[in-house]
């Protein structure tokens, strides 16, 4: 079946420790994205990217860091640098650009021990 | 930045009642979509509606766009338990990313 696979779906870190989550998708999307979700919040935009090679900041960056070799593939690492990373992360695809409808992963949870 | 604000934050209602969650949202559009987050799950797309549209229909879903008035609406009709869940608008602009709103929880009791 076509969709967006992430993993880990749950991950605990001790502070001071950079994380990779990993989001993989067979859609054949050009665009991904990185959204992260706190308790009871909407979500906010990390990184984007709307081909190989390429990606843009979205508006809470600073502390991640994110490739894109493949199109399939959109990997985002979490930091020490990041100050407050205990979250719920969800990665996201889309056809074209980042109008349409998005295609999201289930989530992984991260908790910074 | 939220460029979406929902209301009510969290609604509650019996089965086979009509459920309406509110979006309200600040600078000019290009469409605005709506979607389903269960507990703990990722995001389900429910409807698009663009700027230049004023309603649109899909199943038990209804939708209205008031671009004057820079908002939206999610009417579910009938609703179900199945529907309990979030409910978010996300608006599409000039760049060319969504930007989601806070979210409206629904608990659809039996």
């Known amino acids: 079946d076509g969709g967006i696979t992430q993993s880990p779906k749950y991950l605990f870190r001790k502070e001071g420790q950079n994380v990779t989550l990993s989001c993989e998708q067979n859609?054949?999307?050009?665009?991904m994205y990185w959204y992260r979700q706190d308790p009871g919040q909407g979500l906010r935009l990390i990184y984007y990217?709307?081909?190989?090679?390429?990606?843009q900041k979205g508006d809470i960056a600073e502390g991640y860091s994110v490739s894109r070799e493949k199109k399939e593939s959109f990997p985002l690492t979490v930091t020490s640098a990041q100050k407050n990373p205990t979250a719920f992360y969800l990665c996201?695809?889309?056809?074209?650009?980042?109008?349409?409808?998005?295609?999201f992963g289930e989530g992984s949870r991260l908790t910074v021990l | 930045s939220q460029q979406g604000e929902e209301d009510p934050q969290a609604l509650s209602i019996q089965e086979g009642e009509n459920a309406t969650m509110n979006c309200s949202y600040k600078?000019?559009?290009?469409?605005l979509q709506w979607y389903r987050q269960n507990s703990g799950r990722g995001l389900v797309h429910l409807i698009l509606?663009?700027?230049?549209?004023r309603e649109k229909h899909s199943g038990r879903l209804r939708v209205t766009l008031d671009t004057s008035k820079k908002s939206s609406s999610l009417l579910i009709t009938a609703s179900r338990a199945a529907d309990t869940a979030s409910y978010f608008c996300?608006?599409?602009?000039?760049?060319?990313?969504?930007?989601f709103g806070t979210g409206t929880r629904l608990q659809v009791t039996l």
């Open positions: 996201a695809s889309s056809i074209g650009s980042g109008s349409g409808e998005l295609f």
């Open positions: 859609l054949n999307h050009d665009a």
């Open positions: 990217s709307q081909i190989v090679n390429d990606f």
């Open positions: 600078t000019s559009i290009n469409n």
């Open positions: 509606i663009r700027s230049n549209e």
């Open positions: 996300a608006t599409a602009g000039t760049a060319s990313k969504l930007t």
